[in-house]
């Protein structure tokens, strides 16, 4: 399958500790975004980052969270000392580079619970 | 500044009956509109997109979309529903010079058998 893969699908975590949500973007894709969904809500968008770059984090909190994208390996998200309002369900989409008229191809998202 | 509505929260359509999925978007330049679906517990799959061309543009399942620039909507529509078709449905715009996707709030769509 040559699609994104997230990883873990499913998280628990205890307040206080940390998370870390992993992402393969699709196959010769080098951008890549992270989004975050409650349950029956949309897509609310967090970060955009390009392999070594982060082009837009305007939608992730200044606190707590980061993202990056190493010249080798999955883009990562990293949530420290969660708490509760952190549950929620975490997507990565990535796309070719620089032609915004191509689609976003999504993984399926790693659900994180916050006990 | 960009935007786009779902105004419906759900849609019910009878299996075989017609559907049509309504969004409606602003932007400000040329937009790029897209349709996704979502499964429950699932990732969201692409659709269709309008990018330039034939404002009737046909998509993945029998899905298809118009693109109305006059009343800037781009509604997703199929002939005859599937029990299989009920999901979430994202409408999404990104403006021809601008990365960043803009999202609707999601419509579920229920076909009942």
């Known amino acids: 399958n040559a699609g994104v893969m997230q990883n873990p699908r499913h998280l628990v975590r205890r307040r206080g500790q940390e998370a870390r949500l992993r992402c393969s973007p699709m196959k010769g894709h080098s951008h890549v975004y992270w989004y975050r969904q409650l349950p029956e809500e949309g897509l609310k968008f967090m970060v955009y980052?390009?392999?070594?770059?982060?082009?837009?984090e305007s939608g992730m909190p200044k606190e707590r969270f980061s993202a990056e994208f190493p010249k080798e390996g999955p883009s990562i998200l990293r949530i420290q000392q969660v708490v509760r309002g952190d549950s929620a369900a975490y997507f990565c989409?990535?796309?070719?580079?620089?032609?915004?008229?191509?689609?976003?191809?999504f993984g399926d998202g790693t659900r994180l619970s916050i006990l | 500044a960009q935007s786009v509505a779902q105004p419906e929260d759900q849609v019910n359509v009878a299996e075989g009956n017609p559907l049509t999925v309504k969004c409606t978007y602003s932007v400000s330049g040329n937009p790029y509109l897209f349709w996704y679906v979502q499964y429950p517990n699932r990732g969201l799959q692409f659709l269709l997109k309008?990018?330039?061309?034939d404002n009737l543009v046909k998509g993945s399942y029998g899905f298809e979309a118009e693109f109305n620039k006059s009343q800037t909507s781009f509604h997703l529509k199929k002939p005859s529903a599937l029990v299989s078709d009920s999901a979430l449905y994202f409408c999404?715009?990104?403006?021809?010079?601008?990365?960043?996707?803009?999202w609707g709030a999601g419509t579920k769509l229920i076909i009942k058998p």
């Open positions: 999404a715009v990104r403006e021809d010079s601008n990365y960043q996707l803009i």
């Open positions: 989409a990535s796309s070719p580079g620089g032609q915004h008229n191509q689609p976003q191809h």
């Open positions: 309008y990018i330039t061309g």
């Open positions: 980052l390009q392999k070594e770059n982060i082009i837009d």
